[in-house]
């Protein structure tokens, strides 16, 4: 055998090796949730601090929240220890949260909002912004600034005010 078939077969040995046996994927239901963890039963084993955020030293930028009766996929970053462990994907997410560089965007389906905002605005106070602007808004008349909208315009702001808060956090 020549030397680079020697080295290819040392390198995969070495590969094999290095992974214990039970593989770092595991299928579990999830039986209960928290802001940074749940708990999953896996056969007659329940597991718990299984971590939501993506990353495993600190929170990561990706928060799943998947929800209780779901089917989740969890790495095992211990290599079948059993400790370590990180929900990838579940088959029903109550809530997804982004987070990067003062960048968040969170759609959660138990408040049925979703929010949207940096580390300078978010998009709820924006539409608020608006709103308070165009309730006070006057402009300039041959006899003189004009007064604030009238009743229709008012209402249908209210409106707009209403269904804006409906949506977002």
């Known amino acids: 055998m020549n030397d680079q078939a020697q080295g290819i077969r040392e390198a995969i040995q070495h590969i094999a090796h290095a992974v214990k046996p039970g593989g770092t994927l595991l299928v579990a239901e999830v039986t209960e949730v928290t802001e940074t963890d749940c708990s999953v039963q896996l056969g007659e084993t329940k597991i718990t601090k299984v971590k939501l955020f993506s990353q ?4 990561g930028n990706i928060l799943l929240k998947p929800k209780v ?3 989740a996929l969890i790495a095992d970053l211990s290599f079948g220890d059993l ?3 990180v929900l990838i994907w579940a088959d029903k997410i109550s809530s997804f949260k982004f987070e990067e560089n003062g960048l968040v965007i969170e759609f959660d389906s138990e408040s049925k909002k979703i929010d949207i ?5 978010g998009l709820k106070d924006l539409f608020q ?9 006057t402009v300039s008349t041959p006899s003189g600034p004009s007064g604030t909208p009238l009743p229709p315009t008012l209402t249908s702001l209210n409106t707009f005010e209403t269904d804006f ?5």
């Open 165 to 169: 808060k409906k949506l977002l956090k």
């Open 56 to 59: 495993e030293a600190d929170p």
């Open 129 to 137: 912004s608006v709103s308070d602007i165009i309730k006070q808004i």
């Open 117 to 121: 905002k940096n580390d300078q605005v």
């Open 69 to 71: 009766g779901s089917m």
């Open 83 to 85: 400790r370590d462990l």
